[in-house]
């Protein structure tokens, strides 16, 4: 019997374990959320929104510049990246097979994992040496190659879904093949792939290490897609890093932001595979 | 005998078969060039790849040259004089990574069994998307909280503690500065458990019903059951995550920036300050003026993908094993 109470008193243990383990992962999360969300909240402004950041010594200011400068890079990051991330999911999931789309798969997994300063510095070989000179265009490049694999494999998935017998009914009908894959099967896919879409979006929306330097950042506002353009993580960043305090009350207020922007996005996508998975 | 009406409905005939062939070739030519065009953009994903690894090695080509396999054990780094070396990187890197993931670990896997195996199945599931959507926070901001802070808090409190109370081991020694490797180890802890736990979640939840009944059956507490059923089936997966958690340690650049302290020396105390690989690049790629240290830093980032690249293949073979394998059932 002491065995059994034995067993038992082990089991309670390890089972207040885990539960203790849980809060010790929760707690420092939901303490940085708050902070975020604290120290944001009481330092925004209009001006935040209006202003672009004002020299050191000077109080106020804001990240208009970063704003619109993230919403370019990441529009143009989109398309650069989106396309080719559904297309490839298309060739994967109705024409590949074999060996090498194994391959394109697997490299599409490993190009997931690898490290974005890594992305920042191919594009800066590739973009910003011959163009010499930083630029919003080589920053947007940057972000697009991390987009790729997420849009790709999420859309192959959802791709994989949609019964065949759709497109046989399609096909039956005498619709060329290209037109039933982008008006029937894509289609019928629409939902899950604005999923992967919005996944890579916020993905790439708080991603700084691959915009030191191809974006560079720009301390006014950006002209030409030539030229280095300002971004809000990349504010974030110097910021934070400044002895300034006025400087840190910017980078909570930009942290809130983009934190904000990244929920709502996240919460977006969940909603739209949640409302998928109903039909 | 033929008549002019049956001629021409012969050529009527004809031509609409000749007008169906075209219409055919043409949509097959529609078709052929649609499934090219995918193919095209399948197989940029492989080229981009290829790419990086081409475009890192041929800039790291001057340093290699230079400075051959001395680079990678090399201490100095020196951008006026030109030397480089990348060890007390790699030491930072390694260090920072391994203490992270030694702490990450078994809190993310305890996390993950309280999810999949002992919460009620609506408490679990708001964990879950908790940890989830916590892990979307991106990692300047993560450095932003460190440095603005965690930092400090370590700086007042646990490092002077440290000191004091573990002083005469070499890891505690030093003057408290704040920003540090401890500092470092702490935020990436932070950053890999939301990941380790939520793909070791949807490892557990492989693992058959029937597995874990089975053990039920034979008397075993909920306890026994996860140590003698549940972990064994999913270990590969588990440690896939980890691997896969290692990964991301390894890469993550801008919040250890940010806390790391950024001073190029290989000390065994966590107090003091370190450099990681990834934070050299952030820090001096912009503003590397000589070949040579372009180069340098080129050769590092090279190391770092090559790093990086077996760590995600070896993950992702542990993790295909398993997700390969049958979906299993809820909790007991």
Not at chain 1, 13 to 26: D, K, N, Y
Not at chain 1, 139 to 152: F, K, Q, R, S, T
Not at chain 2, 107 to 121: D, M, R, Y
Request: with cysteine; aromatic share 8%; hydrophobic share 55%.
């Amino acid at each position: 019997m002491t065995q059994l109470t034995l067993r038992k008193l082990k089991n309670s243990g390890m089972t207040l374990a885990m539960a203790a383990a849980t809060l010790a992962v929760l707690i420092p999360l939901i303490l940085i959320f708050i902070h975020i969300v604290r120290m944001g909240a009481s330092s925004i402004s209009l001006d935040f929104f209006t202003q672009i950041p004002r020299p050191t010594g000077e109080t106020g200011g804001g990240m208009a510049n970063g704003m619109v400068g993230s919403a370019l890079l990441i529009a143009l990051a989109s398309a650069f990246g989106i396309p080719v991330g559904i297309f490839g999911a298309v060739y994967l999931a109705e024409f590949g097979g074999g060996r090498l789309s194994g391959a394109i798969r697997f490299s599409a997994d490993i190009l997931a994992g690898v490290p974005s300063i890594i992305t920042g510095m191919v594009a800066y070989a590739l973009l910003v040496v011959p163009m010499k000179g930083f630029s919003a265009l080589a920053g947007a490049c940057a972000l697009a190659l991390i987009m790729i694999p997420i849009v790709l494999r999420t859309t192959e998935e959802q791709l994989k879904l949609v019964p065949t017998t759709l497109r046989e009914a399609s096909l039956a009908l005498g619709v060329p093949l290209w037109r039933t894959t982008l008006k029937v099967t894509l289609h019928s896919a629409m939902k899950g792939v604005m999923t992967g879409i919005l996944l890579a979006i916020a993905r790439i929306s708080g991603e700084t290490a691959p915009l030191l330097f191809t974006a560079l950042g720009n301390q006014f506002w950006g002209k030409k897609l030539t030229e280095p353009i300002a971004a809000m993580p990349l504010q974030i960043f110097s910021f934070a890093i400044a002895p300034y305090e006025d400087w840190h009350r910017l980078a909570w207020s930009g942290a809130l932001v983009l934190v904000t922007l990244m929920f709502t996005l996240s919460l977006t996508a969940r909603y739209l595979g949640r409302s998928k998975q109903k039909n | 005998m033929s008549t002019a009406s049956e001629e021409k409905l012969e050529i009527a005939l004809t031509h609409e078969a000749e007008n169906h062939k075209w219409r055919m070739d043409k949509k097959a030519g529609g078709d052929a060039a649609f499934k090219g065009m995918t193919a095209l953009f399948a197989f940029a994903v492989l080229a981009i790849l290829l790419l990086m690894l081409v475009e890192l090695a041929g800039e790291s080509f001057p340093a290699m040259r230079k400075f051959g396999w001395r680079f990678v054990p090399g201490k100095e780094w020196d951008a006026v004089q030109g030397l480089f070396g990348a060890l007390p990187y790699l030491w930072g890197s390694v260090v920072s990574s391994v203490l992270a993931l030694a702490l990450a670990t078994p809190l993310s896997v305890a996390t993950a069994l309280f999810i999949t195996e002992i919460a009620p199945k609506k408490v679990g599931g708001l964990i879950a998307s908790l940890v989830e959507l916590l892990a979307a926070i991106p990692s300047v901001i993560y450095g932003l909280w460190g440095v603005l802070v965690m930092a400090p808090w370590l700086q007042r409190t646990v490092q002077p503690f440290l000191a004091e109370k573990f002083g005469f081991l070499p890891f505690f020694q030093g003057a408290p500065y704040g920003v540090s490797m401890l500092a470092a180890v702490f935020i990436l802890m932070i950053m890999v458990v939301p990941i380790i736990t939520s793909i070791t979640k949807e490892v557990l939840l492989t693992v058959p019903q029937s597995q874990k009944e089975a053990a039920v059956a034979l008397g075993a507490t909920r306890w026994e059951m996860i140590r003698m059923a549940v972990l064994p089936y999913g270990k590969s997966g588990i440690l896939g995550a980890v691997i896969l958690g290692l990964g991301r340690a390894v890469g993550e650049t801008m919040a250890v920036t940010m806390v790391i302290g950024n001073t190029p020396q290989i000390s065994l105390s966590l107090l003091a300050p370190a450099y990681t690989m990834p934070s050299v690049i952030a820090n001096e790629f912009a503003e590397a003026t000589s070949k040579i240290h372009t180069s340098a830093l080129m050769e590092i980032g090279l190391i770092l993908l090559f790093v990086t690249l077996a760590i995600n293949i070896l993950a992702q073979f542990l993790l295909w094993s398993v997700t390969r394998g049958q979906k299993g059932g809820g909790r007991i």
